[in-house]
Structures are given as C-alpha cells and as structure tokens.
C-alpha cells in the first residue's frame, strides 16, 4: 500500500523499488549511482529509442492508409476534418493529416461492418433463421 511504513521509497508503480533494492541486499551489492555524462547519455538513447518508435509506428499507419488514398476502395471524402489545418487539395501530407486520414479510415470501415451487420439481419429474416 502506498502508506506503508518501510524506509525504502515507492515508485508509480509500488513494489518496483523494493523489488530492485531487496535483490542489490541479495547480491551484497550496493547500486552504482551514474554520473551526469552518463544519465544525460542514457536520457538521449531512450529518447531517440521512443522517436524511433513512433516513426516506425507512423510509416506502419501510412502504408496501412496507402490503398485507402489512392482511391482505389471507394473511401469517401467528407470534406476537411475539423483542425485538421489542410486548406488545399486533399489532406496535409504531415503527421496530423495521417493521424486524420487514419481516423476517417476506420469510421469508414465502422460504416462498411454496420452495412454487412445489416445485411446479415436482413438475410436471416429472410431465410427465418
């Protein structure tokens, strides 16, 4: 519990500290404290680690959206999103207008499923399933 009476501090997540710090009293160890060339070292790595990540995640999201902006399904257009900062032709090539493009795409395919749900209804109605 987050009252406890322990000398030991708690992180976010409660029992991660006491975890680590009973396994360095195991090993008879105490935890080596890194210097600030090494902390800002590793601050940078993880940065760049969680920068990768998201572009990684954003290529993903653009080559799931390629066959929906070629026209090639008939995905509607609804016109500009609100905020969506794209005035010309189509939509903003940036990170924004992917995140938009994203959305419509899966409201497009709620409508799509919905239709199909539909029908299945209908079907059964028919055959008196």
């Given at each position: 519990?987050?009252?406890?009476?322990?000398?030991?501090?708690?992180?976010?997540?409660?029992?991660?500290?006491?975890?680590?710090?009973?396994?360095?009293c195991q090993t008879g160890r105490a935890k080596v404290l890194l210097s600030?060339?090494?902390?800002?070292?590793?601050?940078?790595?993880?940065?760049?680690?969680?920068?990768?990540?998201?572009r990684e995640g954003y290529a993903q999201l653009i080559s799931l959206l390629?066959p929906a902006g070629a026209q090639a399904i008939d995905m509607p257009t609804?016109?500009?999103?609100?905020?969506?900062?794209?005035?010309?032709?189509?939509?903003?090539?940036?990170?924004?207008?992917?995140?938009?493009?994203?959305?419509?795409?899966?409201?497009?395919?709620?409508?799509?499923?919905?239709?199909?749900?539909?029908?299945?209804?209908?079907?059964?109605?028919?055959?008196?399933?």
């Amino acid at each position: 519990s987050a009252t406890s009476s322990s000398p030991s501090k708690q992180d976010s997540t409660g029992t991660k500290r006491k975890r680590a710090s009973a396994a360095s009293c195991q090993t008879g160890r105490a935890k080596v404290l890194l210097s600030t060339p090494q902390k800002r070292l590793n601050h940078i790595m993880s940065e760049q680690k969680r920068r990768n990540a998201i572009r990684e995640g954003y290529a993903q999201l653009i080559s799931l959206l390629a066959p929906a902006g070629a026209q090639a399904i008939d995905m509607p257009t609804r016109g500009r999103p609100k905020g969506s900062g794209s005035r010309g032709k189509g939509h903003s090539k940036g990170k924004s207008g992917v995140l938009f493009r994203a959305v419509e795409y899966c409201r497009w395919l709620e409508e799509g499923r919905d239709a199909l749900m539909d029908e299945v209804l209908r079907l059964e109605a028919a055959a008196g399933i």
